[in-house]
């Protein structure tokens, strides 16, 4: 069993060091709780590779997930968990992870030169898709840092085709020992509230969710409903001979769409009753004009719907694609498009 950190040091566990890292990318996805057909940023993959399992630079494990038939590439560092993979990754036949890690978690690794005088350490952020390099917390110029890294050890860092951050993290991956931290991920557990007795637009949601599943609608075709949304049409719809809320019918639509996931942190609630439980944001808010479409409605896990209606937000960009949001200074890139 695999125990999840939120901090480290370089792993030195031989049973685990040694296992192929094609399998070690599940072992990941399995840590990030992802399932068939799920999204990843290769940073989140490498990083926790890195932190829990060995220390295999970013060079060898690209080439590895390149050619994997578990991953398909979508472009921008972004893989797909593919169902061969998934179905390999339910073989190891592991138990539920400790806590399941956000896929906006941020590492950071470290080592210490000159005597533990001077810390060198890298941020990887897969967020940002950066690797930021500090010296004794600071940032600063990255050849900056690899002078004084060489002219303090004496070694030479070997120079490949590749940024100087990234320079700097496989000097650090390759050290003797380094230490290595979560820096914006807590373990506190997601609350879910209890349910509010006459909640009606939850009960309609989960009833036009069940009539989707029952007709075993395609999703191009609820995605092409949803695209055909009017600002104009009734405030109310029938669906096999009784009325529903429009706006209950395209948050259902949308949740559906998007595997019930916060759009955050990747977290999926499971209910008591089995059923999956995600809240829908809107960006622009309702009173204040904003409309029931989905490039105004983002999903989210209750934690973070609160902290967006009550947080310090500062939206960046807004089309019908994406969002890119500062919340509570953390940087967030949400996809909008329906697919």
């Given at each position: 069993?695999?125990?999840?950190?939120?901090?480290?040091?370089?792993?030195?566990n031989?049973?685990i060091?040694?296992?192929?890292?094609?399998?070690?990318?599940?072992i990941?996805?399995?840590?990030?709780g992802?399932?068939?057909?799920d999204?990843?940023?290769?940073?989140?993959?490498y990083?926790?590779?890195q932190?829990?399992?060995?220390?295999?630079?970013?060079?060898?494990?690209?080439?590895i997930?390149?050619?994997?038939?578990?991953?398909?590439?979508?472009g921008?560092?972004?893989?797909?968990?593919?169902?061969?993979?998934?179905?390999?990754?339910?073989?190891?036949?592991?138990?539920?992870?400790?806590?399941v890690?956000?896929?906006?978690?941020?590492?950071?690794?470290?080592?210490?030169?000159?005597?533990?005088?001077?810390?060198i350490?890298?941020?990887?952020?897969p967020?940002?898709?950066?690797?930021?390099?500090?010296?004794?917390?600071?940032?600063?110029?990255?050849?900056?840092?690899?002078?004084?890294?060489?002219?303090t050890?004496?070694?030479?860092?070997?120079t490949?085709?590749?940024?100087?951050?990234?320079?700097?993290?496989?000097w650090?991956?390759?050290?003797?020992?380094?230490?290595?931290?979560?820096?914006?991920?807590?373990?506190?557990?997601?609350?879910?509230?209890?349910?509010?007795?006459?909640?009606?637009?939850?009960?309609?949601?989960?009833?036009?969710?069940?009539?989707?599943?029952?007709?075993n609608?395609?999703?191009?075709?609820?995605?092409?409903?949803?695209?055909?949304?009017?600002?104009?049409?009734?405030?109310l719809?029938?669906?096999?001979?009784?009325?529903?809320?429009?706006?209950?019918?395209?948050?259902?639509?949308?949740?559906?769409?998007r595997?019930f996931k916060?759009?955050?942190?990747?977290?999926?609630?499971?209910?008591?009753?089995?059923?999956?439980?995600?809240?829908a944001?809107?960006?622009?808010?309702?009173?204040?004009?904003?409309?029931e479409?989905?490039?105004?409605?983002?999903?989210?896990?209750?934690?973070?719907?609160?902290?967006f209606?009550?947080?310090?937000?500062?939206?960046?960009?807004?089309?019908?694609?994406?969002?890119?949001?500062l919340?509570?200074?953390?940087?967030?890139?949400?996809?909008?498009?329906?697919?």
């Amino acid at each position: 069993m695999i125990e999840i950190k939120t901090k480290g040091n370089k792993p030195t566990n031989t049973d685990i060091y040694n296992i192929d890292a094609d399998k070690q990318l599940l072992i990941a996805a399995w840590a990030y709780g992802l399932q068939a057909g799920d999204d990843i940023h290769r940073l989140s993959l490498y990083s926790f590779i890195q932190s829990h399992l060995a220390s295999k630079t970013e060079e060898n494990l690209q080439r590895i997930l390149q050619n994997s038939q578990n991953w398909l590439k979508k472009g921008k560092g972004i893989y797909k968990l593919t169902t061969k993979g998934y179905d390999q990754l339910l073989n190891f036949n592991y138990d539920k992870p400790n806590f399941v890690i956000p896929q906006t978690s941020i590492f950071t690794f470290s080592t210490k030169i000159n005597n533990g005088k001077d810390s060198i350490s890298v941020t990887v952020d897969p967020i940002k898709h950066t690797n930021i390099a500090k010296q004794n917390g600071v940032k600063e110029k990255p050849y900056t840092i690899i002078q004084h890294i060489e002219n303090t050890t004496r070694n030479k860092i070997k120079t490949e085709k590749t940024s100087a951050p990234r320079q700097i993290l496989n000097w650090i991956l390759n050290s003797d020992n380094y230490e290595w931290s979560i820096e914006n991920f807590t373990t506190t557990e997601i609350v879910l509230p209890e349910p509010t007795v006459g909640n009606e637009d939850e009960n309609e949601q989960n009833e036009i969710i069940n009539l989707i599943l029952d007709s075993n609608s395609s999703k191009q075709s609820i995605i092409n409903e949803l695209k055909n949304l009017k600002e104009k049409d009734l405030e109310l719809i029938e669906i096999n001979g009784k009325s529903y809320k429009r706006d209950n019918n395209t948050i259902a639509k949308i949740k559906f769409l998007r595997d019930f996931k916060c759009q955050i942190c990747g977290t999926a609630i499971k209910k008591k009753d089995g059923r999956n439980y995600v809240e829908a944001a809107h960006i622009k808010p309702k009173h204040q004009e904003g409309k029931e479409t989905p490039d105004n409605i983002i999903l989210l896990c209750p934690n973070h719907h609160k902290e967006f209606d009550i947080g310090d937000r500062v939206i960046i960009s807004h089309n019908a694609d994406k969002i890119i949001f500062l919340l509570n200074e953390l940087r967030y890139e949400i996809n909008l498009k329906l697919e």
